[in-house]
């Protein structure tokens, strides 16, 4: 038997695989359903401190290689997603908080209210790739990722997990920005920075014309991100990028990552997918001689 | 996944003042009550019902903001954005049928009334609108079956709002089942109307949405989402609900009084 449990600075899960920010995770009653279908953990839309409606539609391409969205954080604010995550934890899910502001101020405070309500960490969004000054320039200064995850740290008690962009030179040097800043653990990688165009109207789909991609033809960028995060850092690593089996999630555990989380697989497998990849996991992990997904975690590193 | 196709509209009929009907080709099925994303270039992309199905499917849009307003300017051979289609379909259960529509509802049930009436059913349906110029589909309606009509000012058929003529019906005859689609306030009407004769129920919800494949939570309605698991519900299902004819998410998520 495989022993699926693990634990990332002090958050144990019953199993490595994780909802990603971003899909069925803005209302309670979506959040326990994922739970329910054998998430580990459920991370939350990103949350900022007021009500935020988005971009216009179009706001996802689906393309062969996966998806590409600029759905631009809607969100309900903070005040009236309380409510939602009380109905999440009431229904005993673990749900970590993402959250996002324009500074390290906003940041901080709902982080603070998220932590209060009963999150068992703190997920930072430093990485939306396509919302105009809520990320982007965060994203891509060291010094501001340090900062602002010093800020959350200072605001809350349970552990912070930044998540960070690829659409940097050298990611491992933003991990290392925010280990400095005193990051509990590290989230790699959000969406790749990507564009889509409908030659019949000469114009891209997107209503914010760009977006950011996800899906399998990312993975192996956040395979990589994670390889070389794990090499510069002390603290635990969850990869996300493209994950839709069991093979792939222990491409990234072998890559360094302690937990996966999985967000486009979704729209082809549906809540299945969870449970689907961890008995994949265990059984591909029997099969090459680990006990443990513990043990898995950074093997592939000489 | 389901691509987008960009395709030219072929045939624009005006229904009414502010109501016309879109036809174009697409090379995907839909089957009655399904949903496309239609993308208007320029202004946003909408869930819309299948009002035709078949090789050369079509949509019927009633005016109502910006970017439906501004598709009443389209003209044939301008393009729009298709994708799906997505969503349940009305289950073709029964043999004696009523369908109730209210408004730009009965560009959703038109597909399954002729559903129905292909595989045999009798099936009746309660046409509502406000006003006799804004009733649509009755004559496609009469060739599946016994139609009913009514309008909110009485200038045409039954002078009051179609759940009182759809409660007539079903005091006067017997049905095994009902299908509606319009207003939710009206559905509710009509499904509360049929629960309460122990006939089962199929009502066509509405909300917002954004991504139209089950990821984004925008059409969240109680722990299920409307563009997946929906948007046709049944009987059952609705009397679990929390949500049904009470509440529904605005843009940002929040949950508000219908
Ligand atoms: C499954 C489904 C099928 C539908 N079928 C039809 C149809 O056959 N014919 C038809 O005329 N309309 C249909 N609608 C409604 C349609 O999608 C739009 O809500 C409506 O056309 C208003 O659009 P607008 O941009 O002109 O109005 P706006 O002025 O932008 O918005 C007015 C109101 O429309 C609603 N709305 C706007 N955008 C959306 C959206 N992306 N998703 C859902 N609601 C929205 C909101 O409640 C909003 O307050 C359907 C909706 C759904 C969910
Ligand atoms: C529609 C959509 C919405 C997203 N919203 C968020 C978000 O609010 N916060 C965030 O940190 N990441 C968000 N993401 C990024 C995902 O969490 C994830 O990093 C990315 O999709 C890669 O994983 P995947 O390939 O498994 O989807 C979103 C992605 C998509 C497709
Ligand atoms: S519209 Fe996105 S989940 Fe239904």
Redesign the interface.
Known sequence: MVDLRTEIAGVRLRNPTMLASGFLDETGGSLVRVYRAGAGAVVTKSIGPEPREGYSNPTIVELDAGLLNAVGLPNPGIAAFEAELLEALAAKAVVIGSVYGKDAAEYAKVAGRMAEAGAAAIEMNLSCPHAKGLGTEIAQSEDAVQEFTRAVKDAVDVPVFPKLSPNVADIASFALAAERGGADGIVAINTVKAMAIAPELRMPILANRFGGLSGPAIRPIGVRAVYDIYEKVDIPVIGVGGIDSGHAALEYVMAGASAVQIGTALVDQGLAVFERATKEMASLLEDIGFHSVAEAVGAAHG | ????Q?VPLLEIVTESHHTMTYRFRADFGGTAGQFV?V?I??Q???PMALSYLGPVKGITVHAYGDATRALQSFRPGD?V?V?GPYGNTFKLEGEKVLAVAGGTGMASIIAAVEAFAQQGAAVTTAVGARTAEELLFVDRASASGEVHVSTDDGTRGFHGFVPSLAERLLEKHKFDQVLTCGPEKMMKLVVDAAMKRGLKVQASLERFM?????????C?F????VCVDGPVFTGAQLAASKDFGAYR???????VEL
């Open positions: 996944m389901a691509r987008m960009v994303m993308w270039p320029g946003d992309e909408l393009r954005g994708r954004k991504c139209g494949i089950g990821i984004c939570d925008a969240a109680d722990d299920r989402l998410r605005t843009k940002d998520g929040r949950r």
